[in-house]
């Protein structure tokens, strides 16, 4: 509390361990000795991507299915008979997340195979 300026990046760290450790906003800031909104803005900062196990195994299991499939078809087939959905926005920083990158995506995805850029 009473900390002025923008947080560090060992603090904004600190702060996303403990939220996806599974504690509050009220616990990571008592904790952490930061004000609530600091930490609930903190939400708001980057693009979202999945955070459960669960989303990403469910998003592995589609690229699995289909390799050929584009992002726009990954995220449809992903939100057919989820209450909670997600946007392309959310789909792409989760596959590079999971280890596909820009350039990779689409030969990964097709192949399954990681390429060597560095070759």
């Not at 699995?64 to 499939?69: F, G, P, S």
């Not at 992002?71 to 449809?76: D, G, P, R």
Request: glycine content about 10%.
């Amino acid at each position: 509390m009473g900390k002025k300026g923008d947080l560090s990046d060992f603090e904004r760290g600190m702060v996303v361990g403990a939220r996806l450790a599974g504690l509050s906003i009220s616990k990571t800031a008592d904790l952490l000795r930061f004000s609530r909104t600091t930490i609930s803005r903190q939400q708001l900062c980057g693009r979202k991507c999945l955070d459960d196990i669960r989303g990403q195994r469910r998003m592995g299991r589609l690229v699995r299915d289909d390799r050929k499939a584009t992002v726009t078809q990954i995220t449809t087939r992903y939100n057919q008979g989820m209450q909670n959905t997600i946007s392309e926005r959310t789909t792409r920083p989760t596959l590079k997340q999971m280890g596909y990158s820009k350039q990779e995506t689409e030969a990964t995805i097709r192949t399954g195979i990681h390429s060597n850029p560095s070759k």
